[in-house]
């Protein structure tokens, strides 16, 4: 222990604290105080923290990191799905490392869980958020320096071979309805009394939204004369409770856009408003309300498509995304550009819609095949 005296009325002590805990370099304190003495307790003290914060730091396990990290991520004002998918991601990791301590965590220890996680059949997107999800945590783990260096930054999502064509095909079709079906669950939701939940499923169909972001439409959103939607929020409800939600900004900042739309929709909407009306429902400042004045749940809507999907006997998932990417197909068969497309759905970029985009849909290939017929035809007669 050093001392010295800064100046008639100050002191400074220095003394070895404890090594760091990872990298075993050497570490010194120094305090400042009005007497040796004083500067010498704050010494003291200051080492002591340290000691337990040693102690502390190499016994936490992962689980109780992962919360503390959860919680410093709440804090930093991010959306509550996105905290709440973090929260899942963590909850399948828990399940292989939950007791494993922090600091003894290996990347091969990680990698096995993505691997298993894999070969579990976990959805893409899952994968790739619990990835994110292990970055982020184990990068906060080696800036307070609880950890010399983050394991997590020699992971990779695993990825299955490549699949033939026929297969990719095959899955591209389900992402979306044909003309002809979307024609068929339309029939079949105009034969079912609830006005609402119909309404909304055009409004799907017929303008590509989002689900959450067609559920927080106000009524001020929508500008019936000019035939445009403005789009700047989203609906969060948590746990799917109705009534119990939240308004938050949209997926992206490419997802706040105006849109135009068809004399179909604008004339589902005024009927919807003179029903609303008619019937006398609790006024409301949402255009999807209910006689109570509330909105329904996106999961409401889910099952709202599937059942009409069910009727309709479509040999197809059909949930409320399925709309947002039939009408993705639609634009794209009528030669729509794929930028005004990813424009009008609010995306910057995605592989569905572009996947969606460049696959030939029925219409397109009878088109192509009637006018190549017709040129080649043209060309033999000459």
Known sequence: MYFEQINKNLWRCVAEAPRHPVTGKRRQVSRRGKSKTEAKKRVEEAIKQMQESIEYNTKITFEEFAAEWLNLYRLKGNKETTIKHREHCITIVNRHIAKAKIVKI?????????????EEKTAYNTLRGTHNTLKQLFKHAADTQLIASSPAEALFIPKAKAKMVEDVTKETEQLY????????LLDEAESHQNVLFRTVMYTLAFTGMRPGEALALKIKDVDLKKKTISI????????????DFELTPPKTKNAIRTIDIDDIVVNKFKYLLDFKKKKDWLPSEFLFSDATGTPPTVKTINQYVRQRGIKAKLNKRCRSYILRHTHISLL?????DLQYIMKRVGHMNSNTTTRIYLHVTEGMRENAASMM????SELLLK
């Open 373 to 376: 017929h017709k040129k080649f």
């Open 232 to 243: 700047t929020k989203t609906m969060y409800a948590k746990d799917g409770k109705k009534g």
């Open 106 to 118: 290996t990347a091969k220890q990680l990698q096995d869980v993505l691997n298993i996680l894999f």
């Open 332 to 336: 794209a068969e009528a030669g729509v």
């Open 177 to 184: 309805l044909e003309s002809w079906e979307l024609k068929k």
